[in-house]
């Protein structure tokens, strides 16, 4: 299944700097790539060696980028009905064990456990889309069931 080529303004923000970023270290990169080459013997070149594997990574990670950015539909408007969940809401849920934890849906590309930034494209999400406060949400999980209630919605 292809991701969702929805993002949210921040997301893209962070994107398009992250590929202006990648641009400078490239142009760094090279510059050390071609002082490491005029040291003679590149086979025992360490240094030649690890800045042609470093500029390796940041080309793919710009092609990647530059193919992606253009796809993105960014969602920069709160939906008329916030009662219901929806893309780039913030969800607030209580498991069956009483754990509250808050979620962000988010575009795949925005993806980031640490703030709790869920993609729109995971198990949760698809079934937290379009559901209100006090709804119940079971998806399974490596063949267990887990349950879910919504507590609270907020953009």
Do not use: C
Request: glycine letters at 4%.
């Amino acid at each position: 299944m292809a991701s969702s080529p929805y993002i949210t303004a921040e997301g893209y923000a962070e994107l398009n700097q992250e590929l202006t970023a990648r641009w400078v270290r490239r142009r760094d990169v090279v510059k050390a790539l071609s002082a490491a080459a005029a040291e003679g013997d590149r086979s025992e070149n360490a240094e030649y060696i690890y800045r042609k594997k470093e500029l390796r990574e940041i080309d793919r990670r710009i092609r990647y980028l530059q193919k992606r950015l253009p796809d993105l539909k960014v969602v920069d408007l709160a939906p008329d009905n916030k009662d219901h969940i929806f893309f780039a809401a913030w969800v607030t849920v209580e498991t069956e064990e009483g754990d509250e934890k808050e979620y962000r849906i988010v575009g795949p590309d925005e993806i980031d456990a640490s703030k709790g930034y869920i993609s729109i494209d995971s198990p949760l999400a698809r079934k937290l889309l379009g559901k209100k406060i006090d709804d119940e949400v079971v998806i399974e999980v490596a063949g267990q069931k887990k349950v879910y209630f919504v507590l609270a919605i907020r953009y």
